[in-house]
């Protein structure tokens, strides 16, 4: 018996020392940023401030920001203080666009759903960008071509937005694009009214190690109790009921499975594995992705789209060709 184990044991380590050096590049090697060079404001971006003012941010030459590819300054301006109201909202999950091409793709398609649905806030669920790049964010720019200057967007981190190497960190330029999110010890999260007494958005960091997940769910806890709003809306990159491997993200689930369960969360929204489920547990939790590539062998992207109508939360899913996936309701009783 201690022989089979042994070897077992033998096994397993030999077999996490070849996985690792086969997938060494991809988990731990950040490729060189190719040169870029910034001559006047461009990738104007309206989004939130943390007290869910709006704000303009854009960047242009200058040297506070250094990357291998090149510099930058980073500039933001407050348009209105807290009093927008939204009660129609659109969700994509991940985009990454993987170069320019695809980049002019993703903007016929959103420009498609944005004139079909007049969403007046934008959430996205993470991975946004390829890699931490200037040339990945110019894609970004393609994507949302005219609408990220008229309608706020509401990004949250996720894997690709995180810089390789055995010490995980979040790359900077997020935060300095969008200030709600702040890069502190708990990590980057964030708490937006969207809605004053109806809709509240709250963000977790699900790409961040065990201790500050549960970090987090502390403070998400703490959070959700301040909240009044009728419909509570969590987004995690990582799902917290995987669709795949049923321990896949098992550390996110228990810091904030039972944390929304018992605070009122009424819908989960997620992205990172490329597909599409919703699944009821307590709440309700959508998967989702808008990317061009796929884990489940289909040629589709989905988006979301949340409507507030009286105590009713009506949750719309639809394909990229604008069809109905599924639909319903979700009731407050307050």
């Given at each position: 018996?201690?022989?089979?184990?042994?070897?077992?044991?033998?096994?397993?380590?030999?077999?996490?020392?070849?996985?690792?050096?086969?997938?060494?590049?991809a988990w731990f090697k950040n490729l060189p940023e190719p040169a870029y060079s910034i001559t006047s404001p461009q990738n104007h971006v309206l989004t939130y401030e943390s007290d869910t003012s709006l704000v303009?941010?854009?960047?242009?030459?200058?040297?506070?920001?250094?990357?291998?590819?090149?510099?930058?300054?980073?500039?933001?301006?407050?348009?209105?203080?807290?009093?927008?109201i939204c009660r129609r909202i659109l969700v994509l999950g991940d985009i990454q666009d993987p170069d320019d091409e695809q980049a002019f793709v993703t903007q016929s398609i959103i420009k498609e759903i944005v004139n079909r649905h007049h969403p007046q806030a934008i959430l996205q669920l993470g991975d946004l960008i390829e890699r931490p790049m200037q040339c990945a964010w110019d894609r970004f720019s393609i994507a949302f071509d005219s609408i990220d200057t008229v309608i706020p967007i509401i990004p949250i981190l996720g894997n690709h937005d995180y810089l390789k190497g055995l010490i995980h960190k979040p790359e900077r330029r997020p935060f300095l694009v969008f200030p709600y999110l702040k890069q502190t010890n708990i990590a980057a999260c964030a708490h937006l009214t969207l809605c004053p007494d109806t809709l509240d958005i709250f963000i977790v960091d699900s790409n961040r190690d065990v201790f500050n997940l549960f970090n987090q769910g502390l403070w998400l806890e703490n959070e959700l109790k301040k909240s009044s709003a009728k419909f509570k809306i969590l987004l995690s990159h990582h799902p917290l009921y995987t669709t795949r491997f049923p321990l896949n993200n098992l550390f996110v689930r228990m810091a904030f499975s039972?944390?929304?369960?018992?605070?009122?969360?009424?819908?989960?929204?997620?992205?990172?594995?490329?597909?599409?489920?919703?699944?009821?547990?307590?709440?309700?939790?959508?998967?989702?992705?808008?990317?061009?590539?796929?884990?489940?062998?289909?040629?589709?992207?989905?988006?979301?789209?949340?409507?507030?109508?009286?105590?009713?939360?009506?949750?719309?899913?639809?394909?990229?060709?604008?069809?109905?996936?599924?639909?319903?309701?979700?009731?407050?009783?307050?």
């Open positions: 018996m201690k022989k089979k184990v042994l070897i077992s044991l033998t096994l397993l380590v030999v077999f996490g020392i070849v996985l690792t050096i086969e997938r060494y590049d303009m941010t854009w960047r242009d030459a200058g040297t506070t920001f250094q990357s291998s590819g090149g510099t930058a300054s980073f500039h933001k301006r407050t348009f209105s203080t807290p009093s927008s039972s944390v929304a369960a018992d605070n009122g969360v009424s819908l989960v929204l997620s992205g990172h594995e490329h597909t599409y489920s919703h699944t009821f547990h307590t709440f309700h939790q959508i998967v989702s992705h808008f990317s061009s590539k796929s884990y489940d062998k289909s040629d589709s992207r989905y988006y979301t789209i949340l409507e507030i109508d009286g105590n009713a939360l009506k949750t719309s899913v639809f394909d990229k060709s604008n069809s109905l996936v599924e639909s319903f309701s979700i009731i407050s009783e307050k």
